[in-house]
């Protein structure tokens, strides 16, 4: 039970030919998922801008508006202060009717004359903070104003990406799924190589087959012992002037020597079986033979 086990957990050992035409397959895959992506076009990054930006402006209305708390609570304040220095100068007044001397008298208008100065002072400020709210008031209702045709232009943006998305979600699916039934048959470093290498290239191509004796990613010319053995599939080659890996154009195809293989077994076994027949032929005309 236990060997069973362990022989189901084992994954299956893949040729390099095999390793070869997963990765070719995953590269066509790869390129129809980017052809996707493209008929997409800006549209992505036209829908992120517009998010950040309607963010930004979010965090910058409610900046001001917490500015403009902070002045009318200031406002309030000052006022608050005039209150109490007006009181205090009624105070000081009330006591000027009842000195005793001159020294008594002019003290109590030196803090009448500080309560006034204070009053003023306050005055002042309450006019700075109430130009300030109008101010920012009127840069709230701009900022509100472009907040609110941002929000419009990302709503349209979004309707138009999800239509192109809606239209080519079944087919972006499915080759997902091929993708990933392809990962299977790669092992982990070669594919990381090449995701990175894919990644690395401006036109997403990771994979290319030679094309005229040439490399199909960067187009320089391989040596004819280098395209020989890149076409026995017996190890995986890449271009020494791009690093993509390179296959045989005929990838999809067996190699010409499995192919001589086979036919030479199939060979063998048609002769196999017509020298069978012809045996149990002379066999039974011999038995016929006999009986007569």
Do not use: W
């Not at 829908?47 to 708390?69: M, P, S």
């Not at 101010?135 to 138009?160: A, C, P, Y």
């Amino acid at each position: 039970m236990a060997q069973e086990k362990a022989k189901a957990g084992k994954s299956k050992e893949y040729t390099v030919e095999e390793k070869l035409k997963a990765l070719y397959n995953l590269q066509k895959v790869d390129s129809q998922t980017d052809k996707i992506k493209i008929l997409r076009g800006e549209l992505p990054l036209e829908v992120q801008d517009l998010e950040d930006e309607i963010a930004g402006l979010e965090t910058r209305v409610d900046n001001y508006k917490d500015e403009v708390k902070n002045m009318e609570d200031s406002v309030t304040a000052k006022k608050n202060e005039i209150k109490q220095a007006e009181e205090l100068i009624k105070k000081y007044e009330d006591q000027q009717m009842k000195v005793r001397n001159n020294r008594e008298f002019d003290s109590l208008s030196k803090e009448i004359e500080y309560q006034n100065l204070e009053m003023e002072l306050c005055e002042k400020r309450i006019k700075e903070f109430t130009q300030q709210v109008k101010d920012k008031g009127g840069i709230i209702e701009i900022s509100v104003s472009t907040l609110n045709e941002r929000q419009d232009d990302l709503k349209g943006k979004k309707s138009e990406l999800d239509g192109i998305i809606a239209d080519t979600k079944k087919e972006e699916e499915n080759l997902i799924k091929k993708s990933e039934g392809l990962h299977d048959q790669i092992e982990p470093r070669l594919l990381s190589a090449y995701q990175r290498i894919r990644s690395n290239a401006r036109n997403g191509l990771g994979v290319v087959a030679i094309e005229r004796g040439a490399c199909g990613g960067c187009f320089n010319k391989i040596p004819p012992q280098r395209q020989l053995d890149i076409k026995s599939r017996k190890k995986v080659i890449v271009c020494e002037y791009c690093g993509r890996i390179l296959v045989d154009e005929n990838i999809d195809s067996e190699p010409e020597e499995t192919k001589v293989k086979k036919e030479t077994k199939v060979k063998k076994e048609t002769k196999g079986k017509k020298e069978t027949k012809g045996k149990k032929e002379t066999k039974v005309k011999k038995g016929t033979k006999g009986k007569k």
